[in-house]
């Protein structure tokens, strides 16, 4: 197998200005405010995928789906989570996830106009309002909380109170219950008929809240959000981060997705590595973070590369072609590894 030095010089070539700038900045340590680094973010911007994201926007940086609004609702697009993957919420969510421009105007609008219509005072948090079949109904979804304060704070939105309040009702009512329980119906719970509250805690909404305290400032950290932060990665652990918590020869699966599938660009779930590198980023290290890491080295081939398993569908711009080999997966494979303080390029 060839050494990480030479993936490396892969991941820089010019044909994919995003996964280059990352490289560099990620894995090389380059500076941002570097001219190098500076160049390189300015050519991903107009490039695919950004360029295709920012460029489905209005021209007043929202966006707006006829078909949507008559299915879901005017309030629900606004909100941004449906059409599904193609919504601003996912626009956001997406732009974070390649290390988007901040800076940049259109992204600046896009955020505020999800805090103003994705944020539901009334909760604290964000709401998807839904009015299919001409009746009204909220959804409370702890992974799109947990997206949603992921991404704005990676953009430069964590100083708004939204997402402070946002992670907070997250701390408070996120639940780790694993199967054992009978499901309340007491506010935000619904009892066995709501799907992210119900019987068993959804492992999604728990990667996912995980996932946003690696980028909260440090002003969020209160004893309730350190205690949430134990049980959410005591979860993960027990579920020994990919496998069933009952059954650790048994992958998790909730609605066919699996971790174990590289993914790009992560939706709801995340993948292995994004999971794996979560954990170690908030500190996680033993057994269970080492047997993952394996699985995920097991998948790369001869080239030292990873390929994309598993890509959604109805997306403004794909990060990749599924099955064939990625650099962008590749890139968050060797960040992983990074992480784990096991990146050579030697």
Same mark, same amino acid.
């Given at each position: 197998? !060839?050494?990480?030095?030479?993936?490396?010089?892969?991941?820089?070539?010019?044909?994919?200005?995003?996964?280059?700038?990352?490289?560099?900045?990620?894995?090389?340590?380059?500076?941002?405010?570097?001219?190098?680094?500076?160049?390189?973010?300015?050519?991903?911007?107009?490039?695919?995928?950004?360029? %295709?994201?920012?460029?489905?926007?209005?021209?007043?940086?929202?966006?707006?789906?006829? $078909?949507?609004?008559?299915?879901?609702?005017?309030?629900? *697009?606004?909100?941004?989570? *449906? +059409?599904?993957?193609?919504?601003?919420?996912? %626009?956001?969510?997406?732009?974070?996830?390649?290390?988007?421009?901040? /800076?940049?105007?259109?992204?600046?609008?896009?955020?505020?106009?999800?805090?103003?219509?994705?944020?539901?005072?009334?909760?604290?948090?964000?709401?998807?309002?839904?009015?299919?079949?001409?009746?009204?109904?909220?959804?409370?979804?702890? /992974?799109?909380?947990? =997206?949603?304060?992921?991404?704005?704070? &990676?953009?430069?939105?964590?100083?708004?109170?939204?997402?402070?309040?946002?992670?907070?009702?997250?701390?408070?009512?996120?639940?780790?219950?694993?199967?054992?329980?009978?499901? +309340?119906?007491?506010?935000?719970? %619904?009892?066995?008929?709501?799907?992210?509250?119900?019987?068993?805690?959804?492992?999604?909404? *728990?990667?996912?809240?995980?996932?946003?305290?690696?980028?909260? +400032?440090?002003?969020?950290?209160?004893?309730?959000? *350190?205690?949430?932060?134990?049980?959410?990665?005591?979860?993960?652990?027990?579920?020994?981060?990919?496998?069933?918590?009952?059954?650790?020869?048994?992958?998790?699966?909730? %609605?066919?997705?699996?971790?174990?599938?590289?993914?790009?660009?992560?939706?709801?779930?995340?993948?292995?590595?994004?999971?794996?590198?979560?954990?170690?980023?908030?500190?996680? &290290?033993?057994?269970? !973070? =080492?047997?993952?890491?394996?699985?995920?080295?097991?998948?790369?081939?001869?080239?030292?590369?990873?390929?994309?398993?598993?890509? +959604?569908?109805?997306?403004? $711009?794909?990060?990749?072609?599924?099955?064939?080999?990625?650099?962008?997966?590749?890139?968050?494979?060797?960040?992983?590894?990074?992480? $784990?303080?096991?990146?050579?390029?030697?």
């Amino acid at each position: 197998m !060839v050494g990480d030095r030479q993936v490396v010089d892969w991941l820089l070539e010019r044909d994919q200005p995003w996964v280059r700038y990352n490289t560099l900045v990620d894995l090389l340590g380059v500076k941002r405010e570097s001219e190098e680094a500076r160049g390189a973010l300015a050519e991903a911007m107009t490039t695919p995928p950004a360029s %295709k994201i920012l460029g489905s926007l209005d021209p007043n940086g929202g966006f707006t789906d006829k $078909a949507a609004a008559r299915k879901w609702g005017e309030v629900a *697009v606004r909100g941004g989570y *449906v +059409p599904k993957y193609r919504g601003a919420a996912w %626009k956001l969510i997406f732009l974070s996830e390649i290390g988007a421009d901040p /800076c940049d105007a259109r992204l600046r609008i896009l955020g505020e106009k999800i805090l103003a219509n994705a944020f539901d005072p009334s909760f604290g948090t964000f709401n998807i309002h839904l009015e299919a079949g001409g009746r009204g109904d909220y959804a409370l979804i702890p /992974c799109f909380m947990g =997206n949603m304060v992921w991404a704005l704070c &990676r953009l430069g939105f964590a100083d708004r109170p939204e997402v402070r309040s946002a992670f907070d009702w997250l701390v408070r009512y996120q639940r780790f219950d694993d199967g054992d329980w009978k499901p +309340p119906t007491s506010f935000p719970y %619904k009892g066995s008929r709501e799907r992210c509250w119900g019987k068993h805690t959804c492992y999604w909404g *728990v990667t996912s809240i995980l996932r946003a305290m690696t980028v909260v +400032p440090g002003g969020f950290w209160t004893p309730e959000s *350190v205690e949430a932060k134990s049980k959410t990665m005591d979860f993960v652990l027990a579920h020994r981060l990919l496998w069933s918590s009952h059954d650790h020869t048994r992958p998790i699966t909730v %609605k066919n997705t699996r971790p174990q599938r590289l993914t790009a660009p992560l939706t709801y779930y995340q993948d292995a590595i994004e999971i794996i590198s979560t954990m170690l980023t908030l500190g996680a &290290r033993g057994e269970e !973070v =080492n047997e993952a890491i394996e699985f995920v080295l097991a998948k790369r081939n001869g080239e030292g590369r990873w390929m994309l398993d598993n890509a +959604p569908d109805q997306l403004d $711009a794909p990060f990749g072609t599924k099955g064939g080999e990625s650099k962008w997966i590749t890139f968050r494979a060797l960040r992983m590894l990074k992480f $784990a303080g096991r990146f050579k390029l030697e």
